[in-house]
């Protein structure tokens, strides 16, 4: 299946089409298939385990790091990193580089200055996500992180005038449902806590987490509609942003601990694994994110959400009970039936109508008629994109 917005993949399997492209059409499903299972297990691997290495580094014996400096540091490299990724598009010519970056940064101020709100909620965010998993069981965070869903499609309908079919305003219903039975379960105390948890708190903060991504995902698609400018400037653009306000951030809520016990202090490998995860684990689904089509984000979400519950039944005790079982369930298949293209929903529906009236014999076409236009799975909105980490909504 194609990725959506790369109908031109799937060229080589139509008639006439094997002449555009050098090879075989069996050999070139077969790679598009494998690229697929790879971007599927690149998708699912940095859902799950950016919030399983944060987790783990805040549950860790000894000496705690301060979560500002990581959110800066995961700013910095991934705005290095962005850098270094133009440079080489300017084929090393640190000339022809300094002269883009003045003109896209300085000269076109104003496409900058409005990545600046974005930047700010996503650097928020970032912190929160700290304050949620160091709070909450990872296995709950995620499953109830998926509530950035809801508040994409909500944000998506009041500031896009977009529309939801009848089967994503029931999955969203469902998900929510889903959310709703699994705090249930963490609040009449699902297994062992640590002491210095605080549900609350947590609860609080993915909340928070979830209203800001699901407002800068819109946000980003209202603002920069028609506005040129490649994944790295823009992830570049900020990181320049995000570093700035995250060491405003830094100074306002730790600033006086930094100074006196240092930056880097309690930094482990385990902590530095994550500042990597935060900083190359989006740009890394933003390369591959193209080979992935909405019903495969959705499976990887749900496959990540399982990852995550065994994973924290392995590394934390998590325990899990049938009311936290319903709910993860519940909010699988929210995800799963929210990821259905309009367009396979239609066809599935027209489909099981037909099969009610006519019994299982094929449709014929009236002679004389044209065939009935094609379905397409892609719907070229944001209300899938909840699915994608925030450098790749800012193609």
Excluded at 168 to 196: E, H, K, M
Excluded at 298 to 322: E, M, N, Y
Excluded at 372 to 393: A, M, Q, W
Aim: aromatic share 8%.
């Amino acid at each position: 299946m194609a990725a959506a917005g790369s109908g031109g993949s799937t060229a080589a399997a139509g008639p006439g089409a094997v002449s555009a492209g050098a090879l075989e059409p069996g050999t070139a499903s077969a790679a598009h298939r494998r690229l697929k299972y790879i971007s599927l297990a690149v998708l699912v691997v940095q859902n799950a385990s950016l919030i399983l290495s944060i987790r783990y580094a805040r549950t860790l014996p000894g000496d705690r790091f301060f979560a500002t400096t990581a959110v800066v540091m995961a700013e910095v490299l991934k705005g290095l990193t962005c850098l270094l990724l133009l440079f080489a598009q300017k084929r090393g010519n640190v000339k022809h580089l300094a002269l883009f970056l003045h003109e896209a940064v300085l000269v076109q101020y104003v496409d900058t200055l409005k990545l600046a709100v974005p930047s700010l909620i996503y650097t928020l965010q970032n912190n929160l996500q700290y304050v949620a998993i160091s709070n909450l069981p990872a296995a709950t965070f995620q499953v109830t992180y998926q509530l950035k869903i809801l508040t994409t499609a909500l944000f998506s309908v009041l500031m896009l005038n977009r529309s939801l079919s009848r089967l994503q305003w029931a999955s969203l219903l469902l998900l929510f449902t889903g959310v709703a039975i699994v705090q249930a379960q963490q609040a009449g105390g699902g297994g062992p806590r640590p002491l210095d948890q605080n549900p609350g708190a947590g609860l609080a903060a993915v909340v928070a987490s979830c209203l800001s991504s699901g407002f800068a995902g819109v946000y980003f698609e209202k603002i920069l509609k028609g506005s040129s400018g490649s994944v790295w400037l823009r992830n570049l653009q900020l990181g320049l942003f995000g570093t700035a306000l995250g060491l405003v951030g830094l100074w306002w809520a730790e600033g006086t601990a930094v100074a006196r016990r240092g930056f880097f202090f309690g930094y482990t490998p385990a902590v530095w694994g994550v500042v990597l995860n935060q900083a190359f684990g989006g740009l890394l689904v933003a390369v591959v994110v193209k080979y992935a089509d909405n019903i495969l984000k959705g499976f990887a979400t749900s496959l990540s959400i399982l990852l995550s519950t065994v994973a924290s039944i392995r590394l934390f005790g998590f325990h899990v009970d049938p009311l936290f079982a319903l709910g993860a369930g519940l909010v699988i298949g929210a995800v799963y039936l929210y990821s259905l293209p309009r367009g396979a929903a239609k066809a599935i529906a027209s489909t099981s109508a037909s099969t009610s009236t006519s019994g299982p014999c094929t449709h014929q076409q009236p002679p004389g008629q044209p065939p009935p236009p094609k379905l397409s799975s892609h719907r070229g909105d944001l209300s899938t994109e909840p699915f994608l980490p925030k450098s790749v909504l800012v193609k």
